[in-house]
């Protein structure tokens, strides 16, 4: 399968907890990474290889990988991590690369 | 650190072909893969492909075959991606990534008539 799917929307109270989910197939094989995009921006990666974070990435945010499904949490959440938050793995072949539809965070 | 540069927006017609440039700067170690990621407006992403400038090999994805087309100059340190017959549902923004990590700035094409 070369799907990932990711729920549309999530709301969050200020410095409340938000987990994103990112389901499929092809991540029983392969890691999930995330990446945040904001309105008019590139999307900036924020998390790779289940749970390491690119430098500047703060620790409020952290990966798992559980069977099928990768997760992105966000802790203490702030104002500026709302946006659009987007899976990507590897599909079943390897070959090719794939998003998840992304999950709009609204803090 | 790897900085990405990309090439300025495009206005095309139905039936043009487009060529977005990108060129990387920085800790770039002798073998990498670049991709092409595109977003159409309001839009999620969508993976176009991957090109592996030292080794010249490249991975189209299926919805781009026959019309996409990876290249690098190993002499300007830049790498091209190349869509022929474009359509209006090519519009988007074109970016360039640096392994699946660092993206570029992004490129928009608009087809229109």
């Known amino acids: 399968s070369s799907e990932l799917t990711q729920d549309p929307a999530v709301s969050v109270a200020l410095g409340q907890t938000v987990r994103i989910t990112c389901q499929g197939d092809s991540l029983r094989d392969f890691y999930a990474s995330w990446y945040q995009q904001k309105p008019g921006q590139a999307p900036v990666l924020v998390m790779y290889?289940?749970?390491s974070r690119p430098s500047g990435i703060p620790d409020r945010f952290s990966g798992s990988t559980s069977g099928d499904t990768a997760s992105l949490t966000i802790t203490a959440a702030q104002a500026g991590d709302e946006g659009d938050y987007y899976c990507?793995?590897?599909?079943?072949?390897?070959?090719?690369?794939?998003f998840g539809a992304g999950t709009k965070v609204t803090v | 650190q790897v900085r990405l540069v990309q090439s300025g927006a495009e206005v095309k017609k139905p039936g043009a072909s487009v060529r977005v440039s990108c060129k990387a700067s920085?800790?770039?170690?002798?073998?990498?893969?670049m991709n092409w990621v595109r977003q159409a407006p309001g839009q999620g992403l969508e993976w176009m492909g991957t090109i592996n400038p030292s080794r010249y090999t490249t991975t189209y994805a299926q919805t781009f075959q026959g019309r996409l087309t990876m290249t690098r100059d190993t002499s300007t340190g830049t790498v091209d991606m190349e869509l022929i017959s474009l359509k209006s549902e090519d519009t988007g923004v074109y970016y360039c990534v640096f392994g699946m990590d660092v993206w570029g700035p992004g490129t928009t094409v608009t087809v229109s008539s």
């Open positions: 290889n289940k749970n």
């Open positions: 920085g800790d770039i170690f002798s073998s990498y893969y």
């Open positions: 990507g793995s590897r599909d079943s072949s390897g070959k090719n690369y794939v």
